[in-house]
Nanobody, 124 residues
Framework: QVQLVESGGGLVQAGGSLSLSCAAS????????MGWFRQAPGKEREFVAA????????SYADSVKGRFTISRDNAKNTVYLQMNSLKPEDAAVYYC?????????????????WGQGAQVTVSS
């Protein structure tokens, strides 16, 4: 089992920046691919970003490419999502995800584990 706890959500103005963190426990962090999904009201959950176990490979949804950056610190068992140039359409609950035995490709489809979510609100 992998436990995930997100932090760092909040309210930001359009054009601003926000950073999310996710602390993982339950397995050796460096053996787990990590990622982020989001869900806006009335919409389905959608993939945002994923990062490989070593951090050497990343993947992003087209809607966030060039604005969001996913990173990880294996010494701190933490994955981050830096969000810049935020738009009102980025407002959503952001979920940290983890994949045991998964690649970043499969992480964009069906991660094994999910956090409880962190609310991001973007005001226009």
């Amino acid at each position: 089992q992998v436990q995930l706890v997100e932090s760092g959500g909040g309210l930001v103005q359009a054009g601003g920046s926000l950073s999310l963190s996710c602390a993982a426990s339950g397995r050796t962090f460096s053996t787990i691919a990590m990622g982020w999904f989001r869900q806006a009201p009335g919409k389905e959950r959608e993939f945002v970003a994923a990062i490989s176990r070593s951090g050497g490979s990343t993947s992003y949804a087209d809607s966030v490419k060039g604005r969001f950056t996913i990173s990880r610190d294996n010494a701190k068992n933490t994955v981050y999502l830096q969000m810049n140039s935020l738009k009102p359409e980025d407002a959503a609950v952001y979920y940290c995800t983890a994949g045991v035995g998964q690649t970043i490709a499969t992480m964009s489809q069906a991660p094994n584990y999910w956090g409880q979510g962190a609310q991001v609100t973007v005001s226009s």
